[in-house]
Nanobody, 123 residues
Framework: QVQVVESGGGLVQAGGSLRLSCAAS????????LGWFRQSPGKEREFVAS????????YYADSVKGRFTISRDNAKNTVYLQMNSLQPEDTAVYYC????????????????WGQGTQVTVSS
């Protein structure tokens, strides 16, 4: 069974940067695409970015394009989310998720979720 564990959240001022990590474990981890979602109080969980293991194809939400970069280290089974030019509206709990094949931007295609890591951006 594949598991994912996030790390790297914290408090940062507006305009600052953070890098989140998602470590995937399990014998079949390479069959899964990994993605990041976020959820702030009173809002639905929304897609942020995702990447496939096989070709490294990336997908981004319009709200983070040009500011966030998703990347992977296959040797470490780890995916990173580099977040630059952070704004207060980026404040949320960020979740790493895994789905077989190429789940892309579709939340229901992800069936394995991490516990989440808090990102807080102060103005």
């Amino acid at each position: 069974q594949v598991q994912v564990v996030e790390s790297g959240g914290g408090l940062v001022q507006a305009g600052g940067s953070l890098r989140l990590s998602c470590a995937a474990s399990g014998r079949t981890a390479s069959r899964y695409g990994l993605g990041w979602f976020r959820q702030s109080p009173g809002k639905e969980r929304e897609f942020v970015a995702s990447i496939t293991w096989s070709f490294g194809t990336t997908y981004y939400a319009d709200s983070v394009k040009g500011r966030f970069t998703i990347s992977r280290d296959n040797a470490k089974n780890t995916v990173y989310l580099q977040m630059n030019s952070l704004q207060p509206e980026d404040t949320a709990v960020y979740y790493c998720a895994a789905g077989l094949g190429t789940p892309g931007t579709v939340r229901r295609r992800y069936d394995i979720w991490g516990q989440g890591t808090q990102v807080t951006v102060s103005s």
